[in-house]
């Protein structure tokens, strides 16, 4: 007997056809990837595995391809890894750069890459006070938000493709701005559709939550801990919301989140003026404006 998965395809015995997965999302992270993946797995044509980022090239390439092949029991013509560890350039144990695209060009024929970009300012906030809402980040954000750390290093988009271009063919790379994805997500599965040779899907009604920018209350970081992972506690979170009479919902969501400030302007000053040189070469590359992300006064 044969068990629902949550793609909505039926969960067989027999491994995928199409593994390992040749369309790779990789990235950013904070810039959509979530409500693009769940969008993807819609179409027919596409599957989503067990877990939404497997980040088997990165973080967990010694587990070999046989655990990754498990992460995967439907079949489709495309199957996703929407891993967005792969465009971050995570260092190894010897500090040197994960060889995340060498490892797919080596073990995937022919794949195709998106990579979401957003506004880097705007997303290195969000990821800073990601970290702080599930990974215990307790430095202030001045002093987090360096050129060294992660939070900055992400949003150098031209760099963080430069070792898939380095190996890949430039029409295999689609970029995508979240700030379109989100004024047109049909425009976009449009592009994405195309760009991979499958019929126009026509979205009737998607159903995507917007990733408030909060972090978690310290009852709720106290609550976080007794689960495994972060969509554990979501799904936790979601069952629960459902459960509660309607009036009690605001008191409920208080409880749980808190807003996140507002930047600072001389933090948001300092990090437009850093990235200006980063936007300008990707701006080259991709022969196009981002006229809508932070510019510096």
Not at 144 to 154: C, H, I, K, V, W
Not at 202 to 227: D, G, H
């Amino acid at each position: 007997m044969t068990a629902a998965t949550g793609t909505g395809r039926m969960k067989g015995e027999t491994p995928p056809a199409g593994f390992p997965p040749r369309l790779l999302l990789i990235g950013a992270q904070k810039a959509g990837t979530t409500s693009l993946a769940a969008i993807l797995d819609r179409h027919p044509k596409i599957a989503l595995g067990r877990s939404k980022e497997p980040d088997f090239y990165a973080r967990f390439w010694k587990r070999g391809f046989d655990w990754y092949r498990g992460n995967y029991p439907t079949d489709a013509p495309w199957l996703v890894d929407a891993s967005p560890s792969y465009s971050a350039g995570f260092l190894g144990p010897d500090g040197e750069e994960l060889p995340v695209a060498e490892r797919i060009a080596a073990h995937v024929p022919d794949p195709r890459f998106l990579y979401l970009v957003r506004d880097p300012v705007r997303r290195a906030w969000s990821s800073y006070w990601h970290a702080v809402r599930f990974e215990g980040e307790t430095e202030p954000p001045e002093k987090a938000l360096t050129p060294a750390s992660s939070y900055l290093r992400q949003g150098c988009y031209a760099d963080r493709l430069a070792p898939f271009l380095e190996r890949f063919p430039r029409e295999h790379i689609h970029v995508l701005e979240f700030e379109s994805f989100v004024r047109d997500q049909q425009a976009t599965l449009d592009a994405i559709t195309d760009f991979l040779g499958l019929e126009r899907l026509p979205l009737e009604e998607v159903v995507t939550k917007k990733n408030r920018a909060f972090r978690y209350s310290p009852l709720a970081q106290m609550l976080r801990r007794l689960f495994p992972s972060d969509r554990a506690f979501a799904d936790f979170i979601a069952g629960a919301k459902a459960l509660t009479p309607k009036f009690l919902r605001p008191l409920a969501a208080r409880a749980v989140a808190s807003d996140i400030p507002s930047m600072p302007d001389a933090l948001r000053d300092r990090l437009a003026t850093f990235y200006a040189p980063h936007n300008a070469r990707l701006e080259t590359l991709l022969d196009r404006r981002f006229e809508n992300w932070t510019r510096p006064e």
